[in-house]
């Protein structure tokens, strides 16, 4: 199958579209962040860097740190991005660009996002760092793909959603992390646990500005959600379509979070750049 030029949509120079970099561009190991900013914050520990670009919000770093090859890009916020971002860099390793064929061979990327989070539990303290077991999405990126969840993934999901009585238009989903990159990233400072991820930061987290909101008490129930001794940790708003869309493309993704909000003590960080950088030396390290 060759892919038409409407579907794998590449710009003048070849690159793929949105994130305008080439396959040798790219590093095995890639750090996924929201903010354009933090890429510089990571590649300012990388030891050389030997590609640099930015195309509207995807900012690219890649480099090596230690001996390790590693690409810092950012995504902007939401699963719509990711979903933009986890589709170009698999077409980068897995498609051949210039005859718009698959590979024979399938690479898998490590797949690290490193972003900040509301914490859900009022035991965990705010810049607490938050390690992702599972994605639970109230977005809707991967009912658009026929991606094959597991027994226990789609039991997770329903359980969740019957205990916190979500309006019927939201259908919950659930992704598993990588199980070899948790254990990669687990120490003493991660608290691991369920991420939901949400479609929005107002209303599809909890929260009453002007308009309101149609689930008021969401947060409480998330932190009283139990499954399977997994509990409900944090909300953010990109891992359910980085676990579910990277895993079914084969590749390893996980997330670790800085909490910068306590939601059921109502504290929220006064300034997390010094912490920010910590995390994101704890991740290189562990690479």
């Given at each position: ?5 409407s579907?794998?949509?590449l ?20 750090l ?9 914050a990571?590649?300012?520990f990388?030891?050389e ?20 090859h590693?690409?810092a890009?950012?995504?902007?916020i939401?699963?719509d991005?990711i979903?933009?971002v ?13 005859e718009r064929?698959?590979k ?34 109230i ?11 597991s027994?226990h ?36 400072e ?12 107002y ?5 009453s500005?002007?308009?309101g ?6 947060n409480?129930?998330?932190?009283a959600?139990?499954f ?9 708003m ?13 590749h390893?993704c ?6 910068i909000?306590?939601r ?8 997390y ?12 390290d562990?690479?």
């Amino acid at each position: 199958m060759k892919y038409p030029a409407s579907e794998l949509v590449l710009d003048s120079k070849g690159n793929v579209y949105h994130l305008g970099i080439s396959p040798e561009h790219l590093a095995d190991h890639v750090l996924l962040v929201g903010d354009q900013n933090r890429v510089a914050a990571i590649s300012a520990f990388f030891d050389e860097i030997t590609h640099q670009s930015e195309h509207r919000e995807f900012v690219c770093h890649t480099g090596y740190y230690k001996g390790k090859h590693i690409t810092a890009l950012s995504t902007g916020i939401g699963t719509d991005n990711i979903d933009i971002v986890i589709n170009e860099l698999d077409a980068l390793v897995n498609i051949d660009l210039k005859e718009r064929k698959n590979k024979e061979q399938i690479t898998s990327l490590n797949l690290i996002r490193i972003g900040t989070c509301g914490i859900l539990q009022a035991d965990i303290d705010v810049h607490s760092y938050i390690l992702s077991s599972h994605a639970v999405g109230i977005d809707n990126v991967a009912h658009f793909y026929p991606i094959a969840f597991s027994e226990h993934e789609k039991e997770l999901a329903r359980s969740l959603d019957s205990f916190v009585g979500f309006p019927k238009e939201i259908t919950p989903y659930c992704a598993e992390a990588s199980k070899q990159l948790l254990d990669q990233f687990e120490g003493p400072e991660t608290h691991r646990g369920i991420t939901v991820t949400s479609s929005g930061f107002y209303a599809p987290q909890g929260r009453s500005l002007r308009l309101g909101t149609r689930t008021p008490d969401i947060n409480e129930k998330l932190e009283a959600f139990s499954f399977e001794g997994h509990r409900v940790v944090n909300f953010e708003m990109e891992s359910s379509a980085l676990f579910s869309l990277g895993k079914a493309m084969g590749h390893q993704c996980i997330t670790i979070c800085l909490g910068i909000a306590n939601r059921p003590r109502m504290e929220f960080s006064k300034g997390y750049e010094n912490e920010m950088n910590r995390l994101i030396q704890y991740v290189l390290d562990r690479i």
